[in-house]
């Protein structure tokens, strides 16, 4: 059973909501759209809002893994000129304003054209925690899982419902923080019911480690964080507020609207749907 780096700021900080009686939240945007001084406004507010870990995603011109909502997020913010080293100086903005668990999701190209361990270094020194990076096998993760460890960064595995349970146990022993488990067979994007396979997807993660269980991919809405949080630690959202972005950029209610969101999800995460929930297991 992997106990690697329980003491992460990550995983503490998701074990802290259970002892509150709590699931947590972990709400995703993508940094730069519509723009960084935005992003650092909308981390802020998120984490004021009840976020527990905010992941902030790395605009990339092929991201294989997310739906259209996040691709054309991406395009925005690549439009408006989003380079990975802006996006590290936004997340010291952040630091000094907020101290949320942050985790950058970001495709492999980015981190390799910067220099994984040159990365790995800046990014620790302006206060991100964690990476999620989809596109890299475990097997091909040993360079940047051993700079990460070097400096306390946690690489944050990816699984589906159809990781067989051999490689189950190699991701969860590489895992740092907290293990992702992709909720659907597919990319990111708001779904109208959330898969049934999720107690046996969790139920299997949890035989190979004791980091904390989060589920994303199809949540939007706080009854689906509810229904999705029976079977994990935390939920991920995150297309549901890449839309409000969209939706409400250029006016004065983008922040607010999706400090809202963030609140209402949180707020049934803290409720009595989610005693009732720990009350029935």
Same mark, same amino acid.
């Given at each position: 059973?992997?106990?690697?780096?329980?003491?992460? $700021?990550?995983?503490?900080?998701?074990? %802290?909501?259970?002892?509150?009686?709590?699931?947590?939240?972990?709400?995703?945007?993508?940094?730069?759209?519509?723009?960084?001084?935005?992003?650092? %406004?909308?981390?802020?507010?998120?984490?004021?809002?009840?976020?527990?870990?905010?992941?902030?995603?790395?605009?990339?011109?092929?991201?294989?893994?997310?739906?259209?909502?996040?691709?054309?997020?991406?395009?925005?913010?690549?439009?408006?000129?989003?380079?990975?080293?802006?996006?590290?100086?936004?997340? %010291?903005?952040?630091?000094?304003?907020?101290?949320?668990?942050?985790?950058?999701?970001?495709?492999?190209?980015?981190?390799?054209?910067?220099?994984?361990?040159?990365?790995?270094?800046?990014?620790?020194?302006?206060?991100?925690?964690?990476?999620?990076?989809?596109?890299?096998?475990?097997?091909?993760?040993?360079?940047?899982?051993?700079?990460?460890?070097?400096?306390?960064?946690?690489?944050?595995?990816?699984?589906?419902?159809?990781?067989?349970?051999? $490689?189950?146990?190699?991701?969860?022993?590489?895992? $740092?923080?907290?293990?992702?488990?992709?909720?659907?067979?597919?990319?990111?994007?708001?779904?109208?019911?959330?898969?049934?396979?999720?107690?046996?997807?969790?139920?299997?993660?949890?035989?190979?480690?004791?980091?904390?269980?989060?589920?994303?991919?199809?949540?939007?809405?706080? %009854?689906?964080?509810?229904?999705?949080? $029976?079977?994990?630690?935390?939920?991920?959202?995150?297309?549901?507020?890449?839309?409000?972005?969209?939706?409400?950029?250029?006016?004065?209610?983008?922040?607010?609207?999706?400090?809202?969101?963030?609140?209402?999800?949180?707020?049934?995460?803290?409720?009595?749907?989610?005693?009732?929930?720990?009350?029935?297991?």
């Amino acid at each position: 059973m992997n106990k690697n780096n329980l003491n992460s $700021r990550i995983a503490l900080a998701l074990q %802290e909501t259970l002892l509150r009686a709590e699931k947590g939240l972990i709400p995703y945007i993508m940094a730069g759209d519509p723009d960084l001084d935005t992003t650092i %406004e909308l981390a802020v507010a998120m984490a004021q809002a009840g976020a527990d870990v905010l992941e902030l995603g790395v605009p990339f011109s092929d991201p294989v893994a997310d739906g259209p909502a996040i691709q054309a997020a991406a395009q925005r913010s690549l439009a408006a000129g989003t380079k990975l080293k802006d996006i590290l100086e936004a997340v %010291e903005e952040i630091r000094m304003r907020s101290d949320i668990p942050l985790v950058l999701m970001t495709y492999y190209n980015p981190v390799y054209q910067y220099g994984v361990k040159q990365f790995i270094n800046d990014a620790t020194r302006v206060g991100v925690n964690g990476l999620i990076v989809p596109d890299l096998p475990p097997e091909e993760s040993v360079e940047l899982l051993q700079a990460g460890d070097d400096c306390g960064m946690d690489l944050i595995p990816l699984v589906t419902p159809n990781t067989p349970a051999r $490689r189950l146990e190699m991701i969860a022993r590489q895992a $740092r923080g907290f293990v992702y488990c992709v909720s659907v067979t597919g990319v990111t994007g708001e779904r109208n019911r959330i898969a049934t396979g999720l107690p046996a997807m969790t139920s299997a993660v949890r035989r190979f480690t004791t980091l904390p269980v989060a589920v994303g991919f199809g949540i939007s809405s706080p %009854e689906q964080a509810v229904e999705t949080a $029976r079977f994990c630690d935390a939920v991920v959202v995150g297309s549901a507020l890449v839309k409000t972005v969209a939706k409400q950029a250029g006016s004065s209610e983008l922040v607010p609207a999706v400090a809202r969101q963030v609140r209402e999800l949180k707020d049934a995460l803290i409720g009595r749907e989610v005693k009732k929930i720990d009350a029935a297991i």
